[in-house]
């Protein structure tokens, strides 16, 4: 049975798909101009939720989110992917913070993530947490509640869980062979009217920083979403090596969630605080150690480099 409602707010389900080929939706100018709005709008850092209120326009807005998806495949490029896939997914918690059970649980179908319930109790399984749980320090497994190979979590991680895994589902670039023409001109209209500030580049020579730095800095050239401890340690150790705040800021423009304005605050405030950058022990316990370099602090690279910071 077609739920075009359900469908609207999660446009990557099989409902979705269902409802557009009931519907026997064409890819047609309209739609794929609102499929380059939607990808502007993710640029912009929102998507904002429908506003449709007639079945064709709730079509034609579900219809939108696939061709959005046709031209990321075409343009196959990772900031705007991820910028996409961090707004939507985003969009998506807004809509799952407000569902009932049942809907919630058809969701959780939809992405594989379907909780088992003992009392009021919700339990995943360990290799089902493990795929789809944030890298923020509260999410490690270590930090959790385990019964029986099963993770308790709250309803409100299990949101943020889906959440997760929906980004990661739209990050995967999708295989379009033999683009339709309506595709490849809108997509190439697209990225060239984008001012270049929006793909910015990260210029670090090799062997600057220690391992752990270095790969930090290599996803955020990958436009790859790093979590608050990684954003933290590489802020301060990048003004521990002299970089400006400016610089530090721009470096950040590169994730897909950038805020330029909360950046600001928070590069601001770890300047005006003072912290300083952590021991390579607790670099190792965030999960960034990558390398036996032994140096004890992450500071110890300089003498090996004869870095000037």
Known sequence: MEDIDFAVRYPFSSAAKRTLETRETQLNDSIVLLGCDRIRNALKGGAGKSTALH??????????????????SFLRNSFITNKFAVAESKRVSGYLDKEDEQELWQVGA?????????????????PTYLRFSPRALPYKLINREVREGKVVVTPHE???????????????SQVLRDPPAIITDAAKKLIAELPKSDLPQVKVKPGDYPPCLMKL?????KHEN??????????????????G?????????????????????????????????????????????CADCRIGSPLNWRGRTGWKG
């Open 55 to 72: 079945d064709e326009d709730k079509v034609t807005e579900i219809a939108s989110f696939a061709a959005a998806r046709m031209l990321l």
């Open 226 to 243: 790093l979590n608050h401890q990684a954003r933290f340690y590489l802020c301060v150790y990048l003004m521990a090596a002299g970089m």
């Open 110 to 126: 939809e992405l594989g993530l379907i909780p088992q319930k003992e009392g009021g109790t919700l339990l995943l399984p360990i």
């Open 158 to 172: 299990l949101v943020r869980l889906m959440e997760e895994a929906v980004r990661k589902r739209l990050e995967k």
């Open 217 to 221: 800095l290599d996803n955020v050239k």
């Open 245 to 289: 705040d400016d610089e530090i800021i721009s470096l950040y423009s590169n994730l897909p969630d950038f805020s330029e304005r909360i950046t600001k605050y928070q590069v601001e405030h770890a300047r005006k605080k003072g912290y300083t950058v952590p021991a390579c022990d607790t670099v190792t316990t965030w999960g960034f150690c």
